[in-house]
């Protein structure tokens, strides 16, 4: 693997190549908790606004309180 130093291509020490690997891979588990945490959020206010209608809430009252 390569590296662009000061304007010079230099190839990446074993060191620096796992340390990419390795940051690489904090990133594929960080946005895939944050997408989880997106997706689960958008289930609840789903649930939520479906929850109120079944009480006979219209759209209209719903969204004058969810704002």
Known sequence: MKKIVNGKIIEMT???I???EADVK???A???AFN???TAK???KTSGKNKLK???LT????KALLG
């Open 36 to 38: 989880d945490a997106v």
């Open 18 to 20: 796992s340390q990419h």
């Open 26 to 28: 904090n990133v594929e």
């Open 30 to 32: 960080e946005t895939k």
């Open 14 to 16: 074993a060191e620096e």
């Open 54 to 56: 079944a009480l006979g």
């Open 59 to 62: 759209d209209d009252e719903i």
């Open 42 to 44: 958008e289930t609840l």
